[in-house]
């Protein structure tokens, strides 16, 4: 079965620090992915896609790929308090995506 | 409006009942979808359209039933629901149905079977 795994969490992390999330995948065949960031009680919101490996940098987020570990993470930059939510990977399957179950980060003032 | 909007943001029913959620994107895309969010679980992708036509019925129990009247509205079609089914049901639009295009989701509606 085609998974995507995530660390449920919580990641706790001061305000300032760089957060790092991780997300490995079974697919192979999974050539595009997504992050999204999820509030308690919201609808998820996408942050970044990713769909070559290496690093892929919007503001104080970078999404990395690496294809041959059947690997992606997410850093999160000058980590800020309203960054405190549930974040899921995503892999892009033939027309469907694949979703984690997310990792709750909590950032601390 | 922008976006993908959803109606109702809450919705209480019993069993016997039969209620409708509805879906409408503004974004000129092709593909609408049907996901259900279940506490602790991931994301679980119901139904996917593309043009209107289904393309993914992915073995969801037949009380709830998808319509796609044309590609800018989705709606789903409750009755004689189990309290089972009680969850965020989330909407979703992508500009087409390969897995590399990029799904935005609508605000959801918080389903609760009594």
């Known amino acids: 079965q085609k998974e995507v795994e995530q660390n449920s969490g919580p990641l706790s992390v001061p305000e300032g620090a760089i957060a790092s999330l991780n997300c490995t995948y079974s ?57 405190s939510a549930t974040y899921l990977c995503a892999g892009g399957g033939t027309y469907k995506y694949i979703f984690g179950t997310g990792t709750r980060l909590k950032v601390l003032a | 409006e922008t976006g993908v909007t959803q109606t109702p943001r809450h919705l209480v029913m019993g069993m016997t009942n039969k209620k409708s959620l509805k ?8 593909a609408m979808y049907w996901y259900k969010q279940s506490a602790k679980k991931p994301l679980e992708l119901m139904f996917v359209y593309s043009l209107e036509e289904r393309v993914e019925n992915n073995s969801v129990p037949s009380r709830f039933s998808p319509e796609c009247p044309n590609s800018s509205h989705l709606f789903l079609h409750l009755h004689t629901l189990q309290p089972e089914d009680s969850a965020l049901y989330l909407c979703a639009s992508s500009q087409g149905i390969s897995g590399s295009y990029e799904q935005y989701f609508g605000p959801g509606t918080r389903l609760t079977v009594t």
């Open chain 1, 27 to 83: 697919d192979r065949g999974s050539q595009s992915f997504f992050w999204y960031r999820q509030y308690s009680g919201k609808s998820p919101e996408l942050i970044m896609s990713i769909y070559s490996n290496g690093d892929k940098e919007d503001g104080r987020f970078t999404a990395q790929l690496n294809k041959a570990s059947q690997y992606v993470s997410l850093l999160i930059r000058d980590s800020q308090p309203s960054d």
């Open chain 2, 23 to 30: 879906c409408e994107q503004h974004l000129g895309h092709n």
